[in-house]
T-cell receptor, first 114, second 114 residues
Framework: AQSVSQHNHHVILSEAASLELGCNYS??????LFWYVQYPGQHLQLLLK??????LVKGIKGFEAEFIKSKFSFNLRKPSVQWSDTAEYFC????????????FGQGTELSVKP | GAGVSQSPSNKVTEKGKDVELRCDPI?????LYWYRQSLGQGLEFLIY????????KSGLPSDRFSAERTGGSVSTLTIQRTQQEDSAVYLC????????????FGQGTRLTVV
């Protein structure tokens, strides 16, 4: 079955620390990849997306992610986190030709201490 | 509209009652999705509409769940004979055409079955 695995359930960092959130998926075909963020009390928002081309993609608020096809991974990074990055982060995969359907990871809760 | 709108934002219902959840997608978006977000289950895909037809209903958990979309716009998710395990946040999303496009999410409907 298609699945997405996020390695960390809850991450706690101090401001200015670097962030890397892992995401692996199981699907052998072509995929579109996404990271969504859910700030407390808000709806899911797109952080960044990968459809094709350069495997290093940049998103909003200084986030970036790298698609490594051989590892079926799409890890999210940020060099220096801020208190306002406190949120839940979801990795999602859209298998090609499945009409935009998203398969989500379990989410990673990030807490940034000021 | 400016974004995906869902109503009601909160719904408390008694076990065994039927409920209807509504989604107004972004104007012009042909693809519409329903997801469920619950503790322990994460974000689960329920159903995908392209126009008024539903080519993928694979995520509907039981025959108590149904959805329809009319006029290529508004969608209604109906849960019959609600059970306590149906308690969750039901999220609606829309995308331009369901092909290599990002999905925009609504705020969700929090359903509590008592």
């Amino acid at each position: 079955a298609q699945s997405v695995s996020q390695h960390n359930h809850h991450v706690i960092l101090s401001e200015a620390a670097s962030l890397e959130l892992g995401c692996n998926y199981s699907y052998g075909g072509t995929v579109n990849l996404f990271w969504y963020v859910q700030y407390p009390g808000q709806h899911l928002q797109l952080l960044l997306k990968y459809f094709s081309g350069d495997p290093l993609v940049k998103g909003i608020k200084g986030f970036e992610a790298e698609f490594i096809k051989s590892k079926f991974s799409f890890n999210l990074r940020k060099p220096s986190v801020q208190w306002s990055d406190t949120a839940e982060y979801f990795c999602a995969v859209n298998p090609y030709n499945q009409g935009g359907k998203l398969i989500f990871g379990q989410g990673t809760e990030l807490s940034v201490k000021p | 509209g400016a974004g995906v709108s869902q109503s009601p934002s909160n719904k408390v219902t008694e076990k065994g009652k039927d409920v209807e959840l509504r989604c107004d997608p972004i104007s012009g978006h042909t693809a519409l999705y329903w997801y469920r977000q619950s503790l322990g289950q994460g974000l689960e895909f329920l159903i995908y509409f392209q126009g008024n037809s539903a080519p993928d209903k694979s995520g509907l958990p039981s025959d108590r769940f149904s959805a329809e979309r009319t006029g290529g716009s508004v969608s209604t998710l109906t849960i019959q004979r609600t059970q306590q395990e149906d308690s969750a946040v039901y999220l609606c999303a829309s995308s331009q055409d369901g092909v290599n496009t990002e999905a925009f999410f609504g705020q969700g409907t929090r359903l509590t079955v008592v």
